[in-house]
Each structure stands twice: as C-alpha cells, then as structure tokens.
C-alpha cells in the first residue's frame, strides 16, 4: 500500500477552504486503495476527525504533557480528537522555529509513548556530490530516534525530504530518493536491527505533484509521498489521488 500524506502547511487559513479541500481529498481517497493522511493546521483538525473521520496528522506537538506552556499543543490534546500521525523534523520547523535534533528527539518519544504514530523528516540543504546521499541524514536519524524503544519502530515513517527540493520545483531523481530510502533503512538497520529497518516506510517529499508522483511512487523502495502545496490545489491533489490509485 501506498502513502499519500497532504502537509497543508500554513496555505489553508479559513474553515470554508479547508473545508472544501478536505471534502474533496475524501471523496477521492474513499475511492482509492492507497492511504491518504491529511495534515491540516491545528485549528481545522476537529473537523476533519470528529466531523468525516478519515486518517490525519497533525504537523507538530509539543512533548510535555500538561502545564504552564503557553502557545504549545499536547499529546492528549490530539489523542482526545483520535488524530493518528504527527509529523516531526520537519526542516520548516527546524529552520524557522530553531527546533534541534534534541527537541525533535522529545517530541518522538513522547508521541510515540502516547501512541501516535510519526512521520519523521530528514533531509540535507545541499547535495554536493551529485549522486551520494549525504551523512547528515543519518546523523539526523540517530539523534532524532536515540532512546527510542526498538518496539515503537513500527510506528515510526521517516519522510525524506532534501530542503533544496522543497517548494522550488526542482524534485530529486526517483533514483536518488530510493538511495537515501536504503541509506535510512541501513541507518535504522544499524541502531537496532537489520530486518527492523528494512521494515521501516520511507516517503519522499519536495515538489511531488501530478506530473511526477507516479515516477517516485512506483520505484522500488519508496513507499509514498509526502506533499506540500500540490496538496493544497484541490484540482491537483485529487488527480494525485486517483494517478496513484
Ligand atoms: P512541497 O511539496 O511544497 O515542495 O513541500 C514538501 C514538503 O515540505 C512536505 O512536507
């Protein structure tokens, strides 16, 4: 089975869009096999779950669990609306909001002792040598899952995203997005054991639309995609959709 996951970011900013491009997303996603994940801002999330219930994520949350944390989202506070993911690392977070790889290690094992599942992002700025997957992205697996219990892998989904490819329309090669597939499985391999990380889904996210989706999709080893503002056309993420199946 395929993956599919909508990062709508901070595009969507009024209940009537989301609402219409949620609505749509379903309607598509109902009549196909793969499974589509929708991971809309915090505000629109009870929507989705407690009015038309379909998978979603949220696109972060904070590792404590209760208290004096102005501004910050909980486990429980997501647990309580049934969102089933979190997306965690990802590199908008890590350059915006100066989350490190220890932060974003306490974010994965708080959501993944409360029982969600995580959508981790790695990737590297620049790729120097053309074809060689930089060593960033398994440093970056390292200190983002250490501790990590080897029970709770199952329910970590590591995102490959490299920022140079993201929002500039210049997407990897298939070819490429399947080495560093292995490169992260091999890591994971490593840390624990080699059949645990060959189990480990590995998407591959950085202008995805409907022009390349099947290229990435249908190579071997890449499990699906994880998309940005292709998700938030209502046009093209259906077609998205229905191309994968
Ligand atoms: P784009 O699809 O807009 O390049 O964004 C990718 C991304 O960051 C998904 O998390």
Redesign the pocket.
Same mark, same amino acid.
């Given at each position: 089975m395929k993956y599919l996951?909508a990062?709508w970011?901070s595009y969507i900013t009024s209940h009537k869009d989301a609402k219409a491009l949620f609505l749509a997303t379903r309607d598509e996603a109902d009549a196909c096999l793969s499974e589509v994940i929708v991971c809309p801002p915090f505000p629109f999330l009870p929507d989705i779950k407690q009015d038309w219930d379909m998978a979603a994520g949220a696109q972060d949350v904070f590792w404590e669990t209760k208290g004096a944390y102005t501004g910050e989202v909980t486990l429980d506070m997501l647990r309580n609306l049934n969102v089933e993911y979190v997306?965690l690392g990802?590199?908008?977070r890590r350059k915006y909001f100066e989350e490190s790889d220890e932060v974003i290690n306490k974010k994965v094992k708080a959501a993944l002792k409360a029982g969600l599942k995580v959508i981790l992002?790695v990737g590297e700025k620049q790729r120097k040598e053309k074809n060689v997957i930089p060593k960033i992205v398994a440093e970056q697996i390292k200190a983002n899952l250490a501790g990590v219990p080897k029970t709770k892998i199952h329910n970590v989904m590591v995102?490959y995203?490299p920022i140079w490819?993201?929002?500039?329309g210049l997407?990897d090669t298939p070819e490429n997005a399947h080495q560093a597939a292995l490169y992260i499985r091999k890591t994971i391999g490593k840390m624990y054991h080699t059949k645990l990380g060959m189990g480990v889904k590995v998407l591959y996210? *950085? %202008?995805?639309?409907s022009k390349n989706v099947l290229e990435f999709v249908n190579y071997h080893g890449i499990d699906g995609v994880?998309? *940005? %503002?292709?998700?938030t056309k209502k046009d093209e993420f259906t077609k998205m959709i229905k191309l994968v199946g």
């Amino acid at each position: 089975m395929k993956y599919l996951v909508a990062n709508w970011k901070s595009y969507i900013t009024s209940h009537k869009d989301a609402k219409a491009l949620f609505l749509a997303t379903r309607d598509e996603a109902d009549a196909c096999l793969s499974e589509v994940i929708v991971c809309p801002p915090f505000p629109f999330l009870p929507d989705i779950k407690q009015d038309w219930d379909m998978a979603a994520g949220a696109q972060d949350v904070f590792w404590e669990t209760k208290g004096a944390y102005t501004g910050e989202v909980t486990l429980d506070m997501l647990r309580n609306l049934n969102v089933e993911y979190v997306i965690l690392g990802h590199s908008e977070r890590r350059k915006y909001f100066e989350e490190s790889d220890e932060v974003i290690n306490k974010k994965v094992k708080a959501a993944l002792k409360a029982g969600l599942k995580v959508i981790l992002c790695v990737g590297e700025k620049q790729r120097k040598e053309k074809n060689v997957i930089p060593k960033i992205v398994a440093e970056q697996i390292k200190a983002n899952l250490a501790g990590v219990p080897k029970t709770k892998i199952h329910n970590v989904m590591v995102a490959y995203e490299p920022i140079w490819a993201i929002g500039t329309g210049l997407s990897d090669t298939p070819e490429n997005a399947h080495q560093a597939a292995l490169y992260i499985r091999k890591t994971i391999g490593k840390m624990y054991h080699t059949k645990l990380g060959m189990g480990v889904k590995v998407l591959y996210g *950085g %202008s995805v639309n409907s022009k390349n989706v099947l290229e990435f999709v249908n190579y071997h080893g890449i499990d699906g995609v994880l998309v *940005g %503002s292709a998700s938030t056309k209502k046009d093209e993420f259906t077609k998205m959709i229905k191309l994968v199946g």
